[in-house]
């Protein structure tokens, strides 16, 4: 798998809404939960596979890590198209099924992404 940047399929419109994780010393973008399923669609006719991801909590201005997060692998026998499909849906349901535990702040969605070649 190559490790460049997934970013660079992403329109500027989804960049936008993505949030820096600069503050906790990380090159990284996360996303809050409704604009994340956006980006996931993006990467599915691409060669972007979500290998994993970090949930992360906002409280105020901070951003820290929950300690919470998924991960994919390829299979034996599965294709990269099939990898990258299942990957993305795998993501999509650990994030909807993330509980919203209904204290202050948000949580915000980092993944994890290596292209598949």
């Known amino acids: 798998m190559a ?14 809404v993505g949030v820096s994780l600069k503050s906790i010393g990380t090159e990284g973008t996360a ?16 060669d972007w596979a979500v290998l994993g991801g970090d949930v992360l909590r906002v409280a105020g201005q901070q951003i820290e890590y ?7 692998e390829v299979r034996s026998g599965e294709t990269r198209k099939e990898f990258v499909t299942r990957s993305i849906e795998e ?16 949580h915000l969605f980092a993944l994890v992404c290596g292209k598949v070649v």
């Open 3 to 16: 490790t460049q940047d997934f970013r660079e399929v992403l329109s500027d419109e989804l960049l936008g």
């Open 31 to 46: 996303w809050y939960r409704a604009n994340v399923s956006q980006v996931l669609d993006a990467l599915r006719d691409t």
């Open 66 to 72: 929950s300690y919470a997060n998924w991960h994919s």
């Open 91 to 106: 993501a999509m349901a650990y994030i909807s099924n993330y509980p919203d535990d209904g204290s202050e702040g948000a």
